[in-house]
């Protein structure tokens, strides 16, 4: 699990962690780390205030799953995702909220990639440069 958080361009935030949970599906394990991206954000509401810093809402968070984007814009529920309700819940009342918007991105784009997935190495050092200057 993975997310990246950046403030005019640099990294300013990041969390990569092997998952507390096992998951059933990409798409739970997308929602997983979407949540834990918008925890991290709330969390850090109250320092953005302090150093009067200006945080333009709502936040763009990029997923590379295209049915946990699409789940969590829509009014949809299932049978099979009873499991990850609260999960589901959290998140749409935080699109709701305008906090965030869960924008798509393709795979070879998301960075956060890098900290949840073997690349090869064109893919590594092209992500790379936006993590790091040289």
């Avoid at 829509?74 to 990850?84: F, I």
Wanted: glycine share 4%; net charge positive.
């Amino acid at each position: 699990m993975c997310h990246i958080g950046f403030i005019a361009g640099s990294p300013y935030t990041w969390k990569m962690q092997r998952a507390k949970w096992t998951t059933l599906s990409s798409m739970e394990s997308e929602y997983f780390a979407q949540t834990a991206a918008v925890t991290t954000l709330q969390a850090h509401e109250p320092l953005y205030k302090f150093l009067d810093f200006k945080v333009t809402l709502p936040i763009i968070s990029f997923c590379d799953n295209e049915t946990a984007v699409r789940v969590a814009d829509e009014d949809y529920s299932t049978k099979r995702l009873k499991h990850v309700r609260t999960r589901m819940a959290f998140l749409k009342e935080a699109i709701k909220r305008r906090l965030v918007i869960l924008v798509h991105i393709d795979t070879a784009g998301n960075v956060a990639d890098i900290g949840t997935k073997p690349l090869g190495a064109a893919v590594f050092h092209r992500l790379r440069e936006f993590l790091v200057w040289t």
